[in-house]
């Protein structure tokens, strides 16, 4: 069955440090993709980034990356210098088919990220 | 552009009474989706659907109701509200129904209590 865990509920970290945010997730399927969303207090869902699960180099996107161990069934993201503004709710998500001929996204229960200036 | 629309923002119900959440899109995404978010839960899935006329459940389904008539509208009825269903909802959407990469695009939230 598909499954998201973030073991990390809440974390701090100072301004212009990098940080690590983890993701396990347990699927059967051999396609899948693997997504992370920031979730600011203002309510919104914001994506930031995405890895499938053939693609042979982690993803990146300006300051996010995403380190993809697909033996391991982890998929952290990975925030350098990190900035005030990316204090917010980071959730893990992931996209397979589950046997099905349609994919659906489930989430991981989330981490709080706060950054001390 | 006006991507996914929730309404309401807010709202509050009382034991027994019954509502519906609404979600249209207006970029003829195949797929929709309902979430609940709770504190420490993250979002889970109550209800998908991959076209109109085509839903199915999710992880947390019970006491729940969808349909899909048109591409566009994807409404979440409660038909006897509980205080358990007090959470913030989440309608989303995505192009595809099949592709790995489809991210979804969110609607702003709903806060519902139930009293």
């Known amino acids: 069955a598909q499954k998201i865990t973030q073991t990390q509920p809440g974390m701090f970290v100072q301004e212009k440090e990098a940080v690590t945010l983890d993701c396990t997730y347990d699927?059967?399927?051999?396609?899948?993709?693997l997504f992370w969303y920031k979730q600011p207090s203002s309510g919104e869902m914001i994506f930031l980034i995405y890895?499938?699960?053939?693609?042979?180099q982690n993803a990146t996107e300006g300051r996010y990356s995403l380190n993809f161990q697909k033996a391991r069934k982890s998929a952290n993201l990975v925030i350098s210098a990190s900035q005030l503004g990316d204090s917010a709710m980071y959730f893990c998500?992931?996209?397979?088919?589950?046997?099905?001929?349609?994919?659906?996204?489930?989430f991981g229960s989330g981490t709080r990220l706060s950054i001390r200036p | 552009n006006a991507g996914v629309t929730q309404t309401p923002k807010f709202q509050v119900l009382k034991t027994g009474q019954s509502m519906t959440l609404q979600c249209a899109q207006d970029?003829?995404?195949?797929?929709m989706s309902w979430y609940r978010q709770d504190p420490g839960m993250g979002l889970r899935l109550i209800h998908y659907?991959?076209?109109?006329?085509?839903?199915d459940q999710g992880e947390v389904p019970n006491g729940y109701n969808v349909s899909r008539s048109t591409t566009e509208d994807f409404p979440l009825r409660l038909l006897s509200a509980a205080p358990s269903q007090t959470s913030v909802y989440f309608c989303?959407?995505?192009?595809?129904?099949?592709?790995?990469?489809?991210?979804?695009?969110f609607g702003s939230g709903t806060q519902l209590s139930v009293l």
């Open positions: 989303a959407s995505s192009y595809s129904r099949t592709g790995f990469n489809e991210k979804l695009f």
């Open positions: 699927t059967s399927d051999q396609s899948y993709g």
């Open positions: 890895q499938g699960s053939y693609d042979e």
């Open positions: 998500a992931m996209r397979d088919r589950e046997g099905s001929s349609a994919s659906k996204i489930i």
């Open positions: 970029m003829n995404h195949e797929y």
């Open positions: 659907s991959v076209g109109a006329g085509i839903t």
